[in-house]
């Protein structure tokens, strides 16, 4: 594992933003994994103002978002496909069939998870996979269980992370209970995974997946098993981790 600690917002945005660019340049048809929430904001601003300044282009790359919001139609304000379209797709040069999300009001989830692995599959893998940690220590919406899955599957989401999410909704009644995510087994299949995380609420449970055990409770644990894992955190959310 690489573990990179930074003193500044700004200095982590650019470091992410300067990672993924550098994929890009070394292969520009790469396949990227995305995934959405507060964490890799600063991540895509500073992405699009690279792409503006003509340091980076998308436009032979392919993206794969990590979750969708079951039962919220493609144009809903809080759905991961507007907040993609908000935070990077409309601002850079990515074809609009290269970017992919799991369609969260499929008629058939269960065949909308299986064809969202087949394209994933088709597209020859991930190469970069960006991750957030959630505050149970999940990835994407791989929830703390007794199990957990490989494949894209419907997962019920934590009422921890309803509530954590509820700051984007009118009310908590508002947020899905259920997500399509891709499972354990297609994140760690990428080529390169970037963790990032951010704030003094992700101290603990940070530690725990990079330095506690192994476990299907703390779904980001299994990461330490990746043979190619980089962490990005500020020095909040990194603090536990420095020696
Ligand atoms: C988002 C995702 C989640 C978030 C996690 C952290 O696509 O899959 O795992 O990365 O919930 O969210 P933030 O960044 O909002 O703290």
């Given at each position: 594992?690489?573990?990179?600690?930074?003193?500044?917002?700004?200095?982590?945005?650019?470091?992410?933003?300067?990672?993924?660019?550098?994929?890009?340049?070394?292969?520009?048809?790469?396949?990227?994994?995305?995934?959405?929430?507060?964490?890799?904001?600063?991540?895509?601003?500073?992405?699009?103002?690279?792409?503006?300044a003509g340091l980076?282009?998308?436009?032979?790359?392919?993206?794969?978002?990590?979750?969708?919001?079951?039962?919220?139609?493609?144009?809903?304000?809080?759905?991961?496909?507007?907040?993609?379209?908000?935070?990077?797709?409309?601002?850079?040069?990515?074809?609009?069939?290269?970017?992919?999300?799991?369609?969260?009001?499929?008629?058939?989830?269960?065949?909308?998870?299986?064809?969202?692995?087949?394209?994933?599959?088709?597209?020859?893998?991930?190469?970069?996979?960006?991750?957030?940690?959630?505050?149970?220590?999940?990835?994407?919406?791989?929830?703390?269980?007794?199990?957990?899955?490989?494949?894209?599957?419907?997962?019920?989401?934590?009422?921890?992370?309803?509530?954590?999410?509820a700051r984007f909704?009118?009310?908590?009644?508002?947020?899905?209970?259920?997500?399509?995510?891709?499972?354990?087994?297609?994140?760690?299949?990428?080529?390169?995974?970037?963790?990032?995380?951010?704030?003094?609420?992700k101290a603990e449970?940070?530690?725990?997946?990079?330095?506690?055990?192994?476990?299907?409770?703390?779904?980001?644990?299994?990461?330490?098993?990746?043979?190619?894992?980089?962490?990005?955190?500020?020095?909040?959310?990194?603090?536990?981790?420095?020696?």
């Amino acid at each position: 594992m690489n573990l990179f600690i930074y003193e500044s917002n700004e200095q982590l945005n650019a470091a992410a933003a300067n990672l993924m660019a550098a994929e890009l340049q070394r292969n520009p048809k790469a396949v990227l994994g995305l995934a959405t929430g507060s964490t890799p904001i600063g991540m895509y601003e500073k992405l699009v103002e690279m792409h503006r300044a003509g340091l980076v282009s998308f436009r032979e790359a392919t993206t794969y978002n990590l979750d969708e919001y079951v039962g919220l139609p493609r144009d809903h304000e809080e759905s991961y496909y507007t907040f993609m379209n908000r935070h990077l797709f409309r601002h850079v040069d990515l074809p609009e069939g290269s970017t992919h999300l799991p369609l969260g009001n499929a008629e058939n989830p269960a065949d909308e998870c299986l064809r969202y692995d087949a394209s994933i599959e088709q597209a020859n893998g991930i190469d970069l996979q960006i991750l957030g940690i959630g505050h149970n220590g999940h990835v994407g919406f791989n929830e703390p269980g007794d199990e957990l899955h490989s494949g894209t599957h419907i997962v019920q989401l934590a009422e921890e992370t309803r509530k954590a999410n509820a700051r984007f909704f009118a009310s908590l009644d508002e947020v899905p209970s259920e997500a399509i995510t891709v499972g354990m087994g297609v994140i760690l299949k990428a080529r390169t995974i970037l963790l990032l995380a951010r704030g003094a609420d992700k101290a603990e449970i940070l530690k725990r997946a990079l330095r506690g055990p192994i476990t299907t409770q703390v779904p980001a644990s299994l990461l330490q098993l990746h043979p190619n894992l980089i962490v990005m955190a500020d020095s909040e959310a990194g603090r536990l981790l420095q020696a």
